[in-house]
């Protein structure tokens, strides 16, 4: 078993009094995932969830495996997009390359742009449509759940979007991290 970082964000959860290390993956599918995906994460182990791309700091929501096994595209079952479903367009942190082995997705060492407060608040408008209503009942207060978005959005490039970016491109974790 490799030990690998692995992206985690401070969260104040419901009822505590301090924060808790919550890794980023499973954060994501709580704030976004549709039922049956949920469900069927959390099956799963109590671990990081395994991402399609082999890159424990990728959170982009489209790489989160369903099953430990087989790896597929799972945006279309994990977020319920409906008739909003976003249009991908190219994430310029990233490259797709094939290299006879299938495709693989690299990360190309851009330096790190953190998002200006207007971009953040941009992308919280952009996000908030496809919460899930499970995230907003878990934190109840709406600030809450904004505070958790707000330190997604800041822990990613400016350049990169974890829910409504290319499913191709991975997106980099550039927060917190612990071995997982």
Request: aromatic share 6%.
């Amino acid at each position: 078993h490799v030990v690998r970082q692995q992206a985690v964000l401070e969260v104040l959860k419901p009822g505590a009094t301090e924060e808790t290390i919550t890794y980023l993956g499973r954060l994501l599918v709580l704030l976004f995932a549709g039922d049956q995906a949920m469900e069927q994460l959390m099956l799963l182990p109590k671990e990081p969830f395994r991402m399609c791309c082999g890159n424990a700091l990728c959170v982009h929501i489209s790489h989160i495996a369903l099953d430990l096994h087989v790896c597929e595209d799972s945006l279309g079952t994990l977020v319920d997009f409906g008739t909003n479903r976003p249009t991908f367009g190219v994430n310029p942190l990233h490259d797709l390359r094939d290299h006879g082995r299938g495709t693989k997705r690299r990360y190309c060492s851009s330096k790190f742009e953190v998002r200006a407060e207007g971009e953040v608040e941009e992308s919280l408008r952009r996000w908030e449509p496809y919460l899930h209503p499970r995230a907003r009942e878990y934190f109840a207060d709406p600030e809450s759940v904004r505070g958790v978005l707000r330190g997604i959005l800041r822990g990613v490039d400016r350049r990169a979007d974890p829910l409504l970016g290319s499913e191709d491109a991975c997106v980099m974790w550039h927060g917190e991290t612990c071995e997982g």
